[in-house]
T-cell receptor
Framework: AQSVAQPEDQVNVAEGNPLTVKCTYS??????LFWYVQYPNRGLQFLLK??????LVKGSYGFEAEFNKSQTSFHLKKPSALVSDSALYFC????????????FGQGTELSVKP | DAEITQSPRHKITETGRQVTLACHQT?????MFWYRQDLGHGLRLIHY???????NKGEVSDGYSVSRSNTEDLPLTLESAASSQTSVYFC??????????????FGPGTRLTVL
C-alpha cells in the first residue's frame, strides 16, 4: 500500500534562513508525489508535484522539492523563509490502486519567526 | 475563474439530526472527494466519485453518504450526526486525465459541530 510519512510535527525557522520540511514515501511502482500548503482557516493549496523527470521540482511561492529515489524522500525546501510561509504543509502520494486518490501525510506545522 | 465552493462554512447541529454539506465545482472535473480533517489525523478520505452516478467509500465512510447526479456537485450527508463527526470537512476535485491529473483543488472547508 502507498503511504507517506512526515516525521516532524513542527518545524521552526528564523526568517531569511533556509527551510526544509521532510517527507518520506513508500510505494509500489513509480511514485507520484505532491506538496500542499494550508493557511489558517483555509483549504489546501497545491504547491508542486513530481511525476517523472528532473529530481528537483519547482513550485509556487519559491518552494521546491527534491525527489530522492534511493532515500525514498521528497523534502520540501525554500532557500530563504518568510514569516508568511508559516502554515501547515502536507505531503501526499497518488494511490496507484485508485486513480485520482491521494494519500496524505499527517502534516507539518511550519513556524517562521522574524 | 473556476472554483470549488462549500456551504455552509459553519454548521452547528444536534446529535441524531441529518446534515447535508454542499460542494460545488466549476472546474468541470470528473473526480470529486470528501475529506475530514482532525487534529493528529491529517486528512482522511470519506467518499469519492469518478463521475456522474459513481460513488466510492473511503477509509472513514461509516455514517456518511454521497450522491453524484451531475458533474458539478457532490453533497455529503451525515445520516444521523454523532459527536465523533465534529470536524472540518473539505471537498476537492481533480481531472480524470492529462498533465494536471491527480492535482486536487480544495474548497474552503465546512466546520461542523455536533452537540
Amino acid at each position: 500500500a502507498q503511504s507517506v510519512a512526515q516525521p516532524e510535527d513542527q518545524v521552526n525557522v528564523a526568517e531569511g534562513n533556509p527551510l526544509t520540511v521532510k517527507c518520506t514515501y513508500s510505494v509500489s511502482g513509480n511514485p507520484y508525489l505532491f506538496w500542499y500548503v494550508q493557511y489558517p482557516n483555509r483549504g489546501l493549496q497545491f504547491l508542486l508535484k513530481y511525476i517523472t523527470g528532473d529530481n528537483l521540482v519547482k513550485g509556487s511561492y519559491g518552494f521546491e522539492a527534491e525527489f530522492n529515489k534511493s532515500q525514498t524522500s521528497f523534502h520540501l525546501k525554500k532557500p530563504s523563509a518568510l514569516v508568511s510561509d508559516s502554515a501547515l504543509y502536507f505531503c501526499a502520494v497518488r494511490d496507484d490502486n485508485q486513480g485520482g486518490k491521494l494519500i496524505f501525510g499527517q502534516g507539518t506545522e511550519l513556524s517562521v519567526k522574524p | 475563474d473556476a472554483e470549488i465552493t462549500q456551504s455552509p462554512r459553519h454548521k452547528i447541529t444536534e446529535t441524531g439530526r441529518q446534515v447535508t454539506l454542499a460542494c460545488h465545482q466549476t472546474w468541470n472535473h470528473n473526480n470529486m472527494f470528501w475529506y475530514r480533517q482532525d487534529l493528529g489525523h491529517g486528512l482522511r478520505l470519506i467518499h469519492y466519485s469518478y463521475g456522474v452516478q459513481d460513488t466510492n467509500k473511503g477509509e472513514v465512510s461509516d455514517g456518511y453518504s454521497v450522491s453524484r447526479s451531475n458533474t458539478e456537485d457532490l453533497p455529503l450527508t451525515l445520516e444521523s450526526a454523532a459527536s465523533s463527526q465534529t470536524s472540518v470537512y473539505f471537498c476537492a476535485s481533480s481531472e480524470l486525465a492529462g498533465i494536471s491529473a491527480d492535482t486536487q483543488y480544495f474548497g474552503p472547508g465546512t466546520r461542523l459541530t455536533v452537540l
